[in-house]
């Protein structure tokens, strides 16, 4: 299982911003291609799992705004996330990424 996030909890408490959405995007589509044994070019160069497994280990995603709960349910595999704490809020999330699932 692979998690991904923007970083808000961790990047925030260090000093540092989250990131962007089309930087989510561009790491997301890396890590599919790694984890299904591809080739990535990064700034460092030429990046590849010698040992990527089959089938490719899930990705998660842990939203909570509305952007990125459209994009978990879009591009994620299991469409598993963090999810709020009060249940309005919470069924509020799986609406849009139920949405977001269903026109992916």
């Known amino acids: 299982m692979a998690g991904v996030g923007a970083g808000d909890s961790a990047l925030f ?15 997301l ?17 030429e ?3 010698a040992a ?14 509305r952007r990125v709960l459209a994009l978990a349910g879009a591009i994620v595999d299991p469409r598993d996330y963090d999810g709020a704490s009060h249940p309005d809020l ?3 999330q799986c609406d849009i990424v139920r949405a977001a699932a269903e026109t992916a």
């Open 13 to 27: 408490p260090i000093g540092l911003k989250p990131h962007r959405l089309s930087e989510l995007l561009i790491a």
């Open 29 to 45: 589509a890396c890590l599919r291609a790694l984890l299904n044994g591809e080739s990535v070019t990064l700034d460092a160069g």
């Open 47 to 49: 990046v590849t799992i």
């Open 52 to 65: 990527a497994s089959t089938p490719r280990p899930p990705i998660f995603l842990a939203p909570s705004k």
């Open 90 to 92: 919470y069924l509020a």
